[in-house]
């Protein structure tokens, strides 16, 4: 398998403002339906240094869980 790209993480318009979220659980909607995420932020997280966004896009469903077990 070979290996993802690395960016260089750029400022953003919104570096430098206080967050308006924390760390953990949400929900949005998505596709007519509410999906549940999870937000992390860094820890010692400094609003004025620009930070690459991860985005873990695992899909649950019942069979997979059962995998899982």
Partial sequence: MAAAAVATATVSPGCGNAPT?????YTAPSGGKNRSLILRLPD????????????DARLRTRRS????A
Avoid: E, F, P
Avoid at 21 to 25: D, E, M, P, Q, V
Avoid at 44 to 55: E, K, T
Avoid at 65 to 68: E, G, I, Q, S
């Fill in 21 to 25: 979220l924390t760390s953990g659980t």
């Fill in 44 to 55: 010692g997280y400094d609003r004025n240094r620009a930070y690459r966004l991860v985005v």
């Fill in 65 to 68: 869980r059962h995998r899982a």
